[in-house]
C-alpha cells in the first residue's frame, strides 16, 4: 500500500476504535487541506528530517511525508501505534515510530543530527516543549508548531503589548517567531474549547551562549513573576537599581516595556 492509497483518516480512527484522550491533550487534525498547508508553511521539506511530537492518528505525518520529509514520529500513547505503522510501511521507510514522551527525549539522537520539528503539539504540554527546544543543548534547524492561540500570541508578542512576557522574551532571544496561520475549534476533532495558532520560529544566525541563555532565563523570571512593579523592585535579588544601572536600563520602567535586546543586557550585566 501506498501513501496515495491509505483510507481517510476518519475510516483509520473508526477501524482501530480510537478516540482522543483528554488527559494527553488530544484533538485530531484530520483534514489533510489544512495539514498540507501547515507542511507548506514548514518547507521546503524534501529530503529534509522532520521530528514531529503526537501526531495521533497521523494527519500531519501523511503531510510531511508527501512533502518529502524524513519523519520521526514520537507518540507517547501506544494506541495509535499499530495504525501508525500502516502509515509507516506505506511510506516505504521515510517514517520512523519512536514510542516515548517527547519531554525527555534526546533529539540529537532522534534525527541523527540537524533536523526541523513540525508538531501539533499537545496542549498540555506545548510549553514546556517548547522551552525544551528553545533552551536546550541541541538547537533545531526550523520549529513550525500548532499551540493554543493565546500561547502562540505570546510566544510571537510585541514589547508593550499584554501578551509579552517571559515566553515571548525567551522565544525571540533565540529565534524569529510569527504567527503564520490561525485555526478554529471546529477544525479539530473533538473541537477544543479555545481557538488555535501555527508558529513559525528560525532560530538567529548567531546560537546566545548558553550561560548568556541561562542568565536571561533567570531575570524573566524575576522580571515577570511580579510584572506589576517597577524593574528596581522585581529585580532587587539580583541587583535591582544596580543591574539596571549597568544594562542602562530604567530602574522605574516595568518588564513588559523592555524590549529582548535590552532583557538581554540585563542578563549580561548578571553578576
Known sequence: MSL???????????????LAKKAFGQHFLLDLNITRKIARLAG???????????PGP????????EAGAKVVAVEKDPRFLPLLEDLATASGGALTLVEADALWADEAVLAGGRGHIVSNLPYNVGTLLLIKWLTGPWRPASM???????VADRIAAATGTEAYGRLSVIAQAVCEAKVVMDLPPR???????????VVRLDPMPNALDPALLAALE????????????MLRSSLKVLGGEA??????IDAEARAETVDVAGFLRLAAALP
Open 4 to 18: 496515495e492509497n491509505l483510507p481517510p483518516l476518519r475510516h483509520s480512527l473508526d477501524a482501530y476504535g480510537l
Open 44 to 54: 521546503p521539506l524534501d529530503g529534509e528530517t522532520v521530528i514531529e511530537v503526537g
Open 58 to 65: 497521523g494527519g500531519l505525518t501523511r503531510a510531511l511525508l
Open 144 to 150: 513550525t508548531l500548532m499551540f493554543q492561540k493565546e
Open 187 to 197: 477544525a479539530f476533532i473533538p473541537p477544543p474549547k479555545v481557538s488555535s495558532a
Open 218 to 229: 533567570r531575570v524573566t523570571a524575576a522580571a515577570f513573576g511580579q510584572r506589576r512593579k
Open 243 to 248: 543591574l539596571c544601572a549597568s544594562a542602562e
